[in-house]
């Protein structure tokens, strides 16, 4: 019994000590603008840190005082707030920072997920920082995060789109420039547009890229359709729900073709393993490590096998 209570006491003191010094619930610092992360959808993700920094900094300035009212209120935390939005962040910008170098500490939040990510902030921040203010991040939910975090796709390397532009023409140009870019994209999408998004997509890009459609995260409708844009474009078409709420389109990179050096790095390799060992396995090797597709290498070995036995 004693043992048990004393291993616990260690816990514990343990436990504080590797909290604190990670960062973890210390008091909010003078002078600091932090940017703070709200959840994208279920309020459980707001995290402690969060909470905590909330409730004490001087004041938040908030893209939508009307929106973020509702979670301080559920937070049970009342704070005096200002709005600042991309109609009037330029303007509002000299008198918060004015506070901030003043002693102040401030929150910035947007309506949800993380600020200045399709959100505003960018220019208070850059600021900020351009006159030596310490920006600290309070990181949470993003939903570009989370739709990657459950797509299946590539995640080592992505590009974050954003939204593309709501003119149709204007969008489907963004998406020519888009169709040979290997990377996995990601897309926002609004309820008015993901249709005729999706459309262009399948007409750009190709009914059988692949790609995942995630709507409404961590909400009661959350939803999550693949796995290629035909199949996402008939889930829209036979039922009207799937085309409510707030979308993350994200898609597969197209596949990436031997550019000329690929194509002579590519030889010297095959060359080299074709002398050890079978055309499959030599394909198998430089594909993996060139990341070509396997059916250009495997043909390219064959020709190259042949001129051998000749
Ligand atoms: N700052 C936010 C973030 O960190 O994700 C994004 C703000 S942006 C104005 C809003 C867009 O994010 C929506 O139109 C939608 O494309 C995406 N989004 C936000 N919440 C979402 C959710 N719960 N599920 C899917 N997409 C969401």
Same mark, same amino acid.
């Given at each position: ?14 436990? =504080?000590? $590797?909290? *604190? ?16 992360? @709200? ?10 840190? &969060? ?21 301080? *209120? ?5 704070? @005096? ?5 991309? =109609?009037?962040?330029? *303007? ?48 949470? &939910?993003?939903?570009?995060?989370? &739709? ?18 709501? $003119? ?23 309820? =008015?547009?993901?249709? /005729? ?12 890229? /692949? ?10 409708? /959350? ?9 996402? =474009?008939? &889930? ?34 095959? *060359? ?18 060139? /990341?070509?597709? $396997? ?16």
């Amino acid at each position: 019994m004693f043992l048990f209570q004393l291993n616990n006491a260690v816990r514990t003191v343990s436990f =504080h000590i $590797k909290y *604190q010094f990670s960062g973890g619930l210390v008091s909010v610092k003078p002078g600091l603008l932090y940017v703070v992360a @709200t959840p994208i959808g279920n309020l459980g993700d707001i995290s402690l840190r &969060a909470q905590q920094i909330l409730t004490e900094v001087d004041f938040i300035a908030a893209e939508d005082t009307r929106r973020t009212r509702p979670l301080l *209120q559920h937070l049970g935390i009342s704070k @005096t707030m200002i709005a600042i939005h991309e =109609h009037n962040e330029r *303007q509002r910008m000299d008198d918060i920072l004015g506070r901030i170098q003043a002693g102040e500490s401030m929150a910035l939040v947007s309506d949800a997920g993380t600020p200045l990510i399709s959100d505003p902030g960018y220019h208070l921040v850059r600021e900020a920082r351009a006159q030596g203010i310490i920006v600290s991040p309070v990181p949470g &939910a993003s939903a570009l995060v989370a &739709a990657l975090s459950v797509s299946g796709l590539p995640t080592d390397h992505f590009r974050f789109e954003g939204f593309l532009p709501p $003119k149709r023409s204007a969008r489907k140009a963004r998406l020519l420039e888009l169709l040979h870019e290997t990377v996995t994209l990601v897309f926002y999408e609004s309820s =008015h547009r993901i249709i /005729e998004t999706v459309d262009d997509m399948c007409e750009i890009l190709g009914n059988d890229r /692949e790609a995942i459609l995630a709507r409404e995260l961590t909400k009661m409708y /959350e939803t999550v359709l693949g796995p290629n844009l035909a199949d996402i =474009h008939t &889930a829209l078409q036979v039922d009207a729900n799937q085309s409510r709420g707030e979308f993350v389109l994200v898609v597969r990179g197209a596949e990436k073709s031997a550019s000329d050096n690929d194509t002579a790095q590519a030889d010297r390799l095959l *060359q080299l393993l074709l002398a050890e060992m079978s055309v499959k396995s030599a394909t198998r090797v430089v594909s993996a490590y060139m /990341e070509l597709p $396997k059916n250009e290498i495997y043909r390219r070995a064959l020709q190259l096998q042949q001129e051998n036995d000749n």
